[in-house]
């Protein structure tokens, strides 16, 4: 697998092609994609922040970082959000760079704990993220699993 990870702030021209392709992926209006976008290009404040796993110039899997992924747990934040890998790309990996990458790069910016929704169990143990507890999506009937991640040094 030959693919990088970029950052959208620095690599500002691929944002109309990542904010249609994680539209695709998730159904969430592209304007608000754009919308997040724009601000994390602003670059004023450390969320939001876009990520996604390129192999040439085509986008294979992506997240993000925004304030609050759409639950009643407003206190746990910034979340990651809109985990994405190209079902033909998956297993090899690109999810967990990207995860790393993103724990990383966060800490950089003086975030070092991150939190995650997810519907997944054992996936993301793997990588260092811990369950927190459930919390109530926002219009969800059930229950979704919270997820931790605090980078250490």
């Known amino acids: 697998m030959n693919y990088e990870i970029v950052r959208l702030t620095d690599k500002p021209e691929i944002k109309e092609q ?5 539209h695709t992926k998730w159904g969430i209006p ?3 994609y754009m919308k997040s976008m724009d601000e994390c290009l602003k670059g004023q404040a450390s969320v939001p922040q ?8 085509k986008i294979i899997g992506g997240l993000g970082v925004i304030e609050n992924d759409f639950h009643n747990r407003k206190d746990l934040a910034p979340n ?3 985990v994405y890998t190209e079902e033909h790309k998956r297993n090899n990996g690109i999810a967990g760079a990207l995860l790393n990458y993103v724990c990383t ?12 929704i997810t519907d997944h169990t054992s996936f993301y143990e793997r990588y260092g993220w811990k369950f927190l507890c459930m919390v ?18």
């Open 18 to 22: 990542a904010a249609q392709w994680f």
């Open 30 to 32: 592209l304007k608000e």
């Open 50 to 57: 876009w990520y996604v796993a390129m192999e040439n110039d």
């Open 80 to 82: 990651v959000c809109a």
């Open 105 to 116: 790069d966060m800490k950089k910016k003086g975030i070092d704990t991150l939190y995650l």
């Open 136 to 153: 109530q999506g926002d219009g969800e009937p059930e229950m979704t699993r919270m997820y931790i991640h605090h980078e250490q040094g």
